[in-house]
């Protein structure tokens, strides 16, 4: 027999586990493994096995959470060409800003981008 198949048959799964359960443990177990967007053999297997059960939900919401964090990093961009690109109407180009808001503004902008890089870091290694 070749390497090739002698792993195949190792790493197979061949093998079943019956255990019997109630309708409401079936339902619990069910809605669990769905919650984590795996089959229920698989959440069982990764509970059984001690492997961490990791959900899609969470690694989702890190995922639009660095979405964001993009988004504000465009918004910043393209603020700053604003600036640039309008340089010549400094003096007086909005009654109700100042540079010192702008820049208040701006140094808030990045602070809420490095908080969400920090937070989408910690879920990340919790999931």
Do not use: C
Not at 37 to 62: C, F, G, H, I
Request: net charge positive; aromatic share 6%.
């Amino acid at each position: 027999m070749s390497k090739r198949k002698l792993l195949d048959i190792d790493t197979k799964r061949l093998k079943t586990i019956t255990i019997k359960v109630n309708a409401n443990e079936y339902k619990i177990i069910n809605d669990k493994a769905q919650s984590h967007s795996l089959n229920t053999s698989t959440y069982l297997r990764n509970l059984a096995m001690n492997y961490p059960v990791k959900s899609m939900v969470d690694r989702q919401a890190v995922t639009a959470l660095l979405r964001v964090n993009g988004d504000l990093g465009k918004v910043g961009g393209l603020f700053k060409m604003w600036l640039m690109r309008n340089g010549e109407y400094k003096d007086d180009f909005s009654g109700e800003r100042t540079y010192k808001d702008i820049d208040a503004l701006v140094n808030e902008i990045e602070k809420l981008m490095k908080d969400i890089r920090n937070d989408a870091g910690e879920l990340m290694d919790i999931i």
